[in-house]
């Protein structure tokens, strides 16, 4: 007879500028596992919390966008490293909060893993696979490269916890934006855990923002942003959509749709995530002697 | 021989008798020119203030014509047909835009007030080349990069402005059809006959009907063709004010929306830049067009350095822009298109003077008659103020000065616009470094609105989204 | 001013000849060493090439007509520097040549006369005796014309020949190979070695743009002749491919107006070669217009080095007065 020795439990936090905080407002929501049991309390954030983790992203986007393609490749597969270290804690977390288990819920965190290595693969081809020399009708060399957005916030997928989440990240990270996250409201452990992840890999400090709390709440906000340059509403909730992207009309704010249902994101992507959130930039130059 | 006279160029205008301007134009529906059953407007030479021709607008009934025969043609035709047939018609149609090339530049200078020698030289040269480019992509899609087959959209509803009537409904109508989609276009309301005539060449290019619909008229021909439920992609190029309502207005119907707004775009001219030039550059960045262009370079950064050598080339410079006739081969600046466009112009110039700016205008005559506004350079502009602000689509000039090229930068990229930027010095290493760091869609180094269908041409930030031309261009066009 | 490079016998024997104005000191200084004329020149702004040529084709578009065309004409006549310089020629040439200047049109005697006959040195006496007291120039090209391939004392010999022999003009070559090999003094050196063996006769610096290859050294050439006292930059020789274009003369251009600018003392540009019609013509006198400006419409400032051009003119001439096409046997084949 042993003694059950009592788990150490987690508070799970914001992740803002590189550090985990409680929300500014105080606020905490239950949050309940696939059965209905508790979890833990996450951060409910506040639309302040949503206005600091834009200021965020903002200051860590020269950076980030600024850095070479190899060097975010590289960044982002270490990610995909320390993910595998923790991959029994993402079994745990994912499985509790989407009440899958075995080897469905194996398959959904290793592809949450992989993906991140696809993306990582595609930092230094985008500009390859988009870009363009163009043989314009003139002594020009003239030619046109994807560039980042800018400021992309997401609301990630209500269902998929971990694997949705990252589908969603990673391609704004890989194409060199700075993101601003709100996690699946009811199940955004996975998300925190994430985070905790990001903050221990190479990604700079500000250049992903998560938040939790009202995916309702928090959205208009973002939406509205002046600084927010996309916004994704993959996990906007329906009656909320239309709303939202009239909103973003008010900066003139590029707007990923909504599926219909949300996707079955064990499929292979293909790049229309990673267009969605770049601009082509196009450059003149005479050619003479 | 030694005298030293005023050497005056004779009028050379050419012949207003070439456009084959006809009393009364009608709208274009289903391959026919038919009446429309909304109020008729009158369109007006901006030069001389004359009506030209009376112009048959839509009724939303109209529209909602003109989208459903789109439809049919798409789903019963043009959807399905080879995209090497499609390509056929569209080389066909650029054909024919050369061999009426004389005609549709006198009658867009007629129609708008550019000077013949841009709608001649830049405006229906590019027209054709667009249709050009364009013909070869229709056969040719499953290798531009958005998988083995992709679909088009469906039906088209486009609005254009009034800067550059017939290129604009090229650059919409050209990638469309390529990509297999049918077009209801609605064309400027004080701007509209050259696109037309573009019907009728789609008519003479035997184009099956229904695949290109014109529909004239204001703004709430515009939005009735935007918010109908039959169309599929919006495309609209015009303010940004006008695109944030459509961008509203298209929010949950599920229509893919490409926009191109407006600018103020920041012309940087550094002290080792190749200085005369750069003036060129300055004078066609800003004064191309009488200024109304969206990516004309409004705003002059100058190295501090060069500044008062640079302004004073530039002024002396901008004295020789002949103002006048449009008609008139040796006209550089031609009309500003309507009266309210020039009031506006009237009005942020005022500003100018009251923000403290200094003003010069150029000594050069002025018509009687019609909407002219001579062109002007404002120096000693500092951020704030609303002539570095706002886009005046007009030939006004505001020049401010930096020190470095991270002033420069941060200056060119604030503001909410990104369209365009233009970048002169003769390091190379610095025109790389500058144009990663503008935020704008086109960067012009050492020289300044080029444009060509096989570069994409669009904006940053408030200034639109979506390309148009080349291979990213067609994304705008196709269900990816 | 003292010679910048190694001096030679010829040069040292010249009396400084009297500047036309001081020059304001950051041009003064430019000159005073080797390697500050090296820092000037290179100072000098870049010239972008298609730029340039774009701006030069967008001019060449103007549409000149009716009276200003007969203007335009008239004054092209009278800065035409009626030129042979084959090895063929002879005084017999040369006699009918001065024939044609002094009346180019002898059916219309208010066609003006040209502005000068250029010839080789040894024919400058046959050109100033039929020219003598018609105020039409006689010009001479010289300095081992046209490669500028000798020694100095040659060149000096070459030019004192002409003048001399009575020539108003010299028409010198710069040595290419000196320029191209960045030997700035030596070039600047010479020029100043001629001007002074011009005595007095009015000094055009033949850059030979065609051999110069980029608009920037042309841009280059043209302050060094300037600031070595030439009174006219000159685009060509005629012997050499390309001559004169639109572009090299718009850089030129660009150079006296800057040079007037900054020391208010007019000089003139000289295209020469390859200039054949009228609808040419017309088009430099367009860019001398629009870009040197209204000044420099007159053969004080502005000359076209050319032979068939003249008939192309006077053609032209009688179809704007009669209104209908002339041909090429109504006008005078010399």
Same mark, same amino acid.
């Given at each position: 007879?042993?003694?059950?020795?009592?788990?150490?439990?987690?508070?799970?936090?914001?992740?803002?500028?590189?550090?985990?905080?409680?929300?500014?407002?105080?606020?905490?929501?239950?949050?309940?596992?696939?059965?209905?049991?508790?979890?833990?309390? !996450?951060?409910?954030?506040?639309?302040?919390?949503?206005?600091? !983790?834009?200021?965020?992203?903002?200051?860590?986007?020269?950076?980030?966008?600024?850095?070479?393609?190899?060097?975010?490749?590289?960044?982002?597969?270490?990610?995909?490293?320390?993910?595998?270290?923790?991959?029994?804690?993402?079994?745990?977390?994912?499985?509790?909060?989407?009440?899958?288990?075995?080897?469905?819920?194996?398959?959904?965190?290793?592809?949450?893993?992989?993906?991140?290595?696809?993306?990582?693969?595609?930092?230094?081809?985008?500009?390859?696979?988009?870009?363009?020399?163009?043989?314009?009708?003139?002594?020009?060399?003239?030619?046109?490269? /994807?560039? /980042?957005?800018?400021?992309?916030?997401?609301?990630?997928?209500?269902?998929?916890?971990?694997?949705?989440?990252?589908?969603?990240?990673?391609?704004?990270?890989?194409?060199?934006?700075?993101?601003?996250?709100?996690?699946?409201?009811?199940?955004?452990?996975?998300?925190?855990?994430?985070?905790?992840?990001?903050?221990?890999?190479?990604?700079?400090?500000?250049?992903?923002?998560?938040?939790?709390?009202?995916?309702?709440?928090?959205?208009?906000?973002?939406?509205?942003?002046?600084?927010?340059?996309?916004?994704?509403?993959?996990?906007?909730?329906?009656?909320?959509?239309?709303?939202?992207?009239?909103?973003?009309?008010?900066?003139?704010?590029?707007?990923?749709?909504?599926?219909?249902?949300? /996707?079955?994101?064990?499929?292979?992507?293909?790049?229309?995530?990673?267009?969605?959130?770049?601009?082509?930039?196009?450059?003149?130059?005479?050619?003479?002697? | +021989?030694?005298?030293?006279?005023?050497?005056?160029?004779?009028?050379?205008?050419?012949?207003?008798?070439?456009?084959?301007?006809?009393? =009364?134009?009608?709208?274009?529906?289903?391959?026919?020119?038919?009446?429309?059953?909304?109020?008729?407007?009158?369109?007006?030479?901006?030069?001389?203030?004359?009506?030209?021709?009376?112009?048959?607008?839509?009724?939303?009934?109209?529209?909602?014509?003109?989208?459903?025969?789109?439809?049919?043609?798409?789903?019963? +035709?043009?959807?399905? +047909?080879?995209?090497?047939?499609?390509?056929?018609?569209?080389?066909?149609?650029?054909?024919?835009?050369?061999?009426? =090339?004389?005609?549709?530049?006198?009658?867009?200078?007629?129609?708008?007030?550019?000077?013949?020698?841009?709608?001649?030289?830049?405006?229906?040269?590019?027209?054709?080349?667009?249709?050009?480019?364009?013909?070869?992509?229709?056969?040719?899609?499953?290798?531009?990069?958005?998988?083995?087959?992709?679909?088009?959209?469906?039906?088209?509803?486009?609005?254009?402005?009034?800067?550059?009537?017939?290129?604009?409904?090229?650059?919409?109508?050209?990638?469309?059809?390529?990509?297999?989609?049918?077009?209801?276009?609605?064309?400027?309301?004080?701007?509209?006959?050259?696109?037309?005539?573009?019907?009728?060449?789609?008519?003479?290019?035997?184009?099956?009907?229904?695949?290109?619909?014109?529909?004239?008229?204001?703004?709430?021909?515009?939005?009735?063709?935007?918010?109908?439920?039959?169309?599929?992609?919006?495309?609209?190029?015009?303010?940004?004010?006008?695109?944030?309502?459509?961008?509203?207005?298209?929010?949950?119907?599920?229509?893919?929306?490409?926009?191109?707004?407006?600018?103020?775009?920041?012309?940087?001219?550094?002290?080792?830049?190749?200085?005369?030039?750069?003036?060129?550059?300055?004078?066609?960045?800003?004064?191309?067009?009488?200024?109304?262009?969206?990516?004309?370079?409004?705003?002059?950064?100058?190295?501090?350095?060069?500044?008062?050598?640079?302004?004073?080339?530039?002024?002396?410079?901008?004295?020789?822009?002949?103002?006048?006739?449009?008609?008139?081969?040796?006209?550089?600046?031609?009309?500003?298109?309507?009266?309210?466009?020039?009031?506006?112009?009237?009005?942020?110039?005022?500003?100018?003077?009251?923000?403290?700016?200094?003003?010069?205008?150029?000594?050069?005559?002025?018509?009687?008659?019609?909407?002219?506004?001579?062109?002007?350079?404002?120096?000693?502009?500092?951020?704030?103020?609303?002539?570095?602000?706002?886009?005046?689509?007009?030939?006004?000039?505001?020049?401010?000065?930096?020190?470095?090229?991270?002033?420069?930068?941060?200056?060119?990229?604030?503001?909410?616009?990104?369209?365009?930027?233009?970048?002169?010095?003769?390091?190379?290493?610095?025109?790389?470094?500058?144009?990663?760091?503008?935020?704008?869609?086109?960067?012009?180094?050492?020289?300044?609105?080029?444009?060509?269908?096989?570069?994409?041409?669009?904006?940053?930030?408030?200034?639109?989204?979506?390309?148009?031309?080349?291979?990213?261009?067609?994304?705008?066009?196709?269900?990816? | 001013?003292?010679?910048?490079?190694?001096?030679?016998?010829?040069?040292?024997?010249?009396?400084?000849?009297?500047?036309?104005? %001081?020059?304001?000191?950051?041009?003064?200084?430019?000159?005073?060493?080797?390697?500050?004329?090296?820092?000037?020149?290179?100072?000098?702004?870049?010239?972008?090439?298609?730029?340039?040529?774009?701006?030069?084709?967008?001019?060449?578009?103007?549409?000149?007509?009716?009276?200003?065309?007969?203007?335009?004409?008239?004054?092209? #006549?009278?800065?035409?520097?009626?030129?042979?310089?084959?090895?063929?020629?002879?005084?017999?040439?040369?006699?009918?040549?001065?024939?044609?200047?002094?009346? %180019?049109?002898?059916?219309?005697?208010?066609?003006?006369?040209?502005?000068?006959?250029?010839?080789?040195? &040894?024919?400058?006496?046959?050109?100033?005796?039929?020219?003598?007291?018609?105020? #039409?120039?006689?010009?001479?090209?010289?300095?081992?014309?046209?490669?500028?391939?000798?020694?100095?004392?040659?060149?000096?010999?070459?030019?004192?020949?002409?003048?001399?022999?009575?020539?108003?003009?010299?028409?010198?070559?710069?040595?290419?190979?000196?320029?191209?090999?960045?030997?700035?003094?030596?070039?600047?050196?010479?020029?100043?070695?001629?001007?002074?063996?011009?005595?007095?006769?009015?000094?055009?610096?033949?850059?030979?743009?065609?051999?110069?290859?980029?608009?920037?050294?042309?841009?280059?050439?043209?302050?060094?002749?300037?600031?070595?006292?030439?009174?006219?930059?000159?685009?060509?020789?005629?012997?050499?491919?390309?001559?004169?274009?639109? %572009?090299?003369?718009?850089?030129?251009?660009?150079?006296?107006?800057?040079?007037?600018?900054?020391?208010?003392?007019?000089?003139?540009?000289?295209?020469?070669?390859? #200039?054949?019609?009228?609808?040419?013509?017309?088009?430099?006198?367009?860019?001398?217009?629009?870009?040197?400006?209204?000044?420099?419409?007159?053969?004080?400032?502005?000359?076209?080095?050319?032979?068939?051009?003249?008939?192309?003119?006077?053609?032209?001439?009688?179809?704007?007065?009669?209104?209908?096409?002339?041909?090429? &046997?109504?006008?005078?084949?010399?």
């Amino acid at each position: 007879m042993s003694e059950q020795r009592v788990a150490v439990a987690k508070t799970y936090k914001l992740y803002v500028g590189g550090a985990f905080s409680r929300s500014e407002s105080g606020r905490s929501y239950p949050v309940t596992g696939a059965r209905g049991e508790f979890l833990a309390h !996450a951060a409910q954030a506040s639309r302040k919390d949503a206005r600091d !983790a834009v200021s965020a992203a903002r200051k860590a986007f020269p950076g980030w966008s600024g850095a070479t393609a190899y060097n975010r490749g590289q960044v982002l597969y270490r990610v995909a490293e320390l993910m595998e270290g923790r991959r029994d804690q993402f079994l745990a977390e994912v499985s509790a909060a989407e009440g899958t288990n075995g080897r469905r819920v194996q398959s959904l965190v290793d592809a949450a893993i992989d993906r991140w290595v696809w993306y990582a693969g595609w930092t230094d081809k985008i500009a390859t696979v988009l870009g363009s020399a163009n043989p314009v009708a003139g002594p020009y060399f003239c030619f046109s490269v /994807p560039e /980042p957005t800018g400021v992309v916030a997401i609301l990630a997928p209500q269902s998929s916890s971990l694997l949705g989440l990252v589908s969603v990240l990673a391609p704004v990270l890989a194409a060199g934006n700075t993101a601003v996250v709100v996690a699946s409201q009811d199940r955004p452990l996975p998300a925190v855990t994430l985070a905790e992840v990001l903050a221990t890999s190479d990604v700079p400090g500000g250049v992903v923002n998560l938040l939790t709390g009202r995916t309702a709440e928090l959205s208009p906000w973002l939406a509205s942003h002046a600084d927010v340059n996309a916004i994704d509403l993959t996990g906007a909730p329906a009656p909320l959509r239309t709303e939202l992207e009239r909103t973003a009309a008010g900066t003139v704010k590029r707007v990923l749709r909504a599926p219909a249902s949300e /996707p079955d994101w064990t499929r292979t992507p293909d790049i229309t995530r990673l267009r969605a959130f770049v601009e082509t930039k196009t450059v003149w130059h005479p050619m003479g002697a | +021989m030694t005298r030293e006279q005023v050497w005056e160029y004779a009028p050379a205008p050419e012949s207003r008798d070439v456009a084959r301007l006809k009393p =009364a134009y009608r709208m274009f529906v289903d391959g026919e020119f038919v009446d429309g059953t909304g109020e008729p407007l009158k369109t007006v030479n901006p030069a001389t203030e004359e009506v030209l021709a009376e112009v048959g607008t839509a009724s939303p009934a109209d529209v909602d014509r003109a989208v459903r025969a789109a439809r049919r043609a798409h789903d019963r +035709m043009w959807g399905r +047909m080879p995209g090497a047939e499609r390509a056929k018609y569209l080389f066909r149609i650029a054909r024919l835009v050369q061999e009426r =090339a004389r005609e549709l530049a006198v009658l867009e200078t007629l129609d708008n007030g550019k000077p013949i020698r841009e709608s001649r030289d830049v405006d229906v040269p590019l027209v054709a080349a667009h249709f050009f480019h364009h013909a070869g992509w229709a056969d040719k899609l499953a290798y531009a990069g958005y998988g083995p087959d992709p679909r088009p959209l469906g039906v088209a509803g486009q609005v254009i402005p009034w800067n550059f009537p017939l290129l604009m409904a090229a650059w919409k109508i050209a990638p469309a059809l390529a990509c297999g989609n049918t077009v209801v276009l609605k064309p400027a309301e004080t701007t509209p006959l050259s696109a037309l005539v573009l019907a009728e060449i789609c008519q003479q290019a035997d184009l099956p009907p229904g695949v290109v619909n014109i529909v004239p008229g204001a703004g709430d021909v515009g939005a009735e063709l935007v918010n109908h439920p039959g169309v599929n992609k919006v495309a609209f190029t015009g303010s940004t004010e006008v695109g944030k309502l459509i961008q509203r207005a298209v929010a949950g119907t599920g229509k893919k929306l490409t926009l191109e707004l407006g600018g103020k775009a920041a012309n940087v001219v550094f002290d080792d830049a190749p200085l005369d030039q750069a003036v060129e550059g300055i004078v066609n960045g800003i004064f191309f067009n009488q200024g109304h262009v969206c990516c004309a370079g409004s705003r002059l950064l100058v190295q501090e350095s060069v500044a008062d050598e640079l302004l004073e080339t530039l002024r002396r410079r901008v004295s020789t822009l002949r103002v006048g006739d449009p008609l008139d081969k040796n006209t550089d600046v031609g009309a500003i298109n309507s009266a309210e466009q020039l009031a506006r112009i009237r009005e942020l110039a005022e500003s100018g003077d009251a923000e403290g700016a200094r003003r010069w205008t150029s000594p050069c005559p002025l018509p009687d008659k019609g909407f002219f506004f001579a062109p002007t350079v404002f120096s000693e502009v500092q951020q704030s103020m609303r002539i570095a602000r706002e886009e005046i689509f007009g030939p006004v000039l505001a020049v401010l000065t930096f020190r470095t090229p991270d002033e420069a930068v941060a200056k060119a990229n604030n503001t909410p616009y990104g369209l365009s930027a233009g970048i002169w010095t003769e390091k190379g290493s610095r025109i790389l470094w500058m144009a990663q760091r503008l935020r704008a869609g086109v960067v012009w180094a050492n020289t300044f609105n080029r444009f060509d269908p096989s570069a994409p041409f669009g904006g940053y930030r408030e200034s639109g989204f979506g390309r148009e031309g080349g291979r990213a261009g067609l994304e705008a066009y196709l269900d990816v | 001013m003292a010679a910048l490079s190694t001096g030679t016998a010829a040069g040292e024997r010249e009396t400084p000849a009297p500047r036309p104005s %001081p020059l304001p000191p950051d041009l003064a200084d430019a000159t005073r060493d080797e390697s500050t004329l090296r820092r000037f020149l290179h100072g000098l702004p870049g010239v972008d090439a298609v730029g340039l040529e774009q701006r030069a084709a967008a001019l060449a578009t103007r549409s000149i007509k009716k009276a200003a065309k007969l203007w335009a004409i008239d004054t092209a #006549i009278g800065m035409v520097d009626l030129t042979t310089l084959e090895g063929a020629d002879t005084p017999g040439k040369v006699r009918a040549l001065a024939a044609k200047a002094r009346r %180019p049109d002898p059916a219309r005697p208010e066609v003006p006369s040209v502005a000068a006959v250029c010839v080789y040195p &040894d024919l400058v006496d046959t050109a100033v005796a039929e020219l003598r007291g018609t105020g #039409i120039g006689v010009a001479s090209v010289a300095t081992a014309f046209p490669s500028g391939r000798s020694g100095l004392r040659v060149k000096v010999a070459d030019t004192e020949l002409a003048v001399e022999a009575g020539a108003s003009e010299v028409d010198m070559v710069i040595d290419r190979g000196a320029f191209l090999s960045g030997r700035y003094g030596r070039v600047f050196d010479e020029i100043v070695t001629i001007r002074r063996a011009c005595r007095g006769a009015h000094l055009k610096v033949i850059l030979e743009t065609g051999e110069l290859a980029t608009y920037d050294n042309v841009r280059r050439a043209s302050w060094l002749a300037l600031l070595a006292g030439a009174d006219f930059v000159k685009t060509s020789t005629g012997k050499v491919s390309p001559a004169a274009t639109l %572009p090299v003369t718009h850089v030129m251009l660009q150079a006296v107006r800057d040079w007037y600018d900054r020391t208010g003392t007019p000089r003139g540009v000289k295209p020469a070669g390859g #200039i054949r019609t009228t609808k040419d013509a017309i088009r430099y006198l367009v860019a001398v217009h629009e870009v040197a400006g209204p000044r420099w419409l007159s053969p004080k400032l502005f000359r076209f080095g050319a032979s068939s051009l003249l008939n192309d003119l006077l053609m032209q001439r009688r179809t704007q007065l009669s209104g209908h096409y002339s041909g090429p &046997d109504y006008v005078a084949v010399d």
